[in-house]
């Protein structure tokens, strides 16, 4: 069965950072593209970050390039996002994401808020 599942989430400064955790199952991640996406209420779900398989390709968000790092590791079968320099505008509920065998998977949503 596949599934996938974000923790690591939680409250931060601005300037801050945390790194977030999708251990995945099911399914190796070191064949898949993975991709972390947010959604803030009333907003549509926006893509964050996307890693390759084979970590061929990488993606980032304009509001998030230079800040944050997507990365795996293929022995823990988890895929991470480092998110450094943290802003209020990061806050939101960040979901990992995977496309596997021609469906999508989703996780429950990890919660990460930005504010002094």
């Known amino acids: 069965q596949v599934q996938v599942a974000e923790s690591g989430g939680g409250l931060v400064q601005p300037g801050g950072s945390v790194r977030l955790s999708c251990a995945a199952s099911?399914?190796?991640?070191?064949?898949?593209?993975m991709n972390w996406h947010r959604q803030t209420p009333g907003k549509e779900r926006e893509l964050v970050a996307t890693?390759?398989?084979?970590?061929?390709?990488?993606y980032y968000a304009e509001s998030v390039k230079g800040r944050f790092t997507i990365s795996r590791d293929n022995v823990k079968n988890t895929v991470y996002l480092q998110m450094n320099s943290l802003k209020p505008e990061d806050t939101a509920v960040y979901f990992c994401?995977?496309?596997?065998?021609?469906?999508?998977?989703w996780g429950q949503g990890t919660q990460v808020s930005v504010s002094s």
């Open positions: 994401n995977v496309y596997y065998r021609g469906r999508a998977y």
């Open positions: 890693i390759g398989s084979g970590s061929v390709g990488y």
């Open positions: 099911g399914f190796t991640v070191s064949d898949s593209g």
